[in-house]
């Protein structure tokens, strides 16, 4: 009975769904974060009776016909790129961005990764890194006798040092985007790499035409919202109950078939 093997193909994209929805939530509160959502599409269909095939001599043709579907597959997961809060934290390193953009991260590996979480922080030799040791690109080194610094909205980079009473210039940072940031490849640790279908790199200076600017003191959160996560996830729990149930209903009618003497 194919209705068995189409109630498991729902089975199984509804697993997948709670799995992504799932994920949204264990990253309700990290920086940065942006939730993704499951998309659909239904398998190829066996075509009983083909619409619009003459069905008599006199030339009259089937309207509709008879196609039976064979269940549903995962299409996409695709990363809603919307803008998070902005939450404060007090740390002079750590930075929001407030529109389009990613920061760029050099990792061990040389290659250039891409981020919106800016906790930042400074190595011991002074250089602006992620939490995990990236330096941040373009490097920014803080001088050690540095008593202050400031970070303005497009990513001039000043600090103070004692006997200068004018703030010196050490660096500046740059943006990223993409025309299709959905394209991104996720490598964990907040980090995103370049593909094909993300396009090529399009650095900036924040605050520039397509480029968001910088907020000093904050940090982006997350744009997961727990009503809607929650919401989807008692959706996809009925739906695979009932495709559960659409199992054990062809099973009972099996069975009665079965049990059918001649």
Known sequence: MQALRTAATGMAAQQMNVEVISNNIANM??????????????????????????????????PTGIQIG???KTGSVYRINTQGAMTSTSNKFDLAINGRGFFQVLTPTGDTAYTRAGNFSVNDQGQLVTQ????????????????DVTIS??????????????????????????MNEGGLSAQ???????????????T???????FGTLLQGYTEASN???????????????????NSKVISTADNMLGVANQVKS
């Open 188 to 202: 964990g640790g907040n980090l995103l790499l370049q593909t094909g279908a993300s396009g090529a790199p399009v």
């Open 70 to 72: 064979a269940g549903v």
């Open 132 to 147: 995990d040791g990236y330096q941040v690109q373009p490097a920014i080194s803080i001088p050690q006798d540095a008593t």
């Open 29 to 62: 509160n990290t920086v940065g974060f942006k939730k993704q959502r499951a998309e659909f599409q239904d398998l190829l269909y066996q075509t009983i009776q083909q619409a619009g095939a003459q069905s008599s001599d006199q030339g009259t043709i089937v």
């Open 153 to 178: 909205q497009s990513g001039q980079v000043q600090v103070t040092q004692p006997g200068n009473a004018t703030p010196s210039v050490v660096g500046q940072l740059e943006l990223a985007s993409f």
């Open 204 to 210: 900036g200076t924040p605050g520039q035409a397509g």
């Open 224 to 242: 997961v919202d727990p009503v809607t996560e929650i919401t989807s996830l008692i959706v996809a729990q009925r739906a695979y109950e009932m």
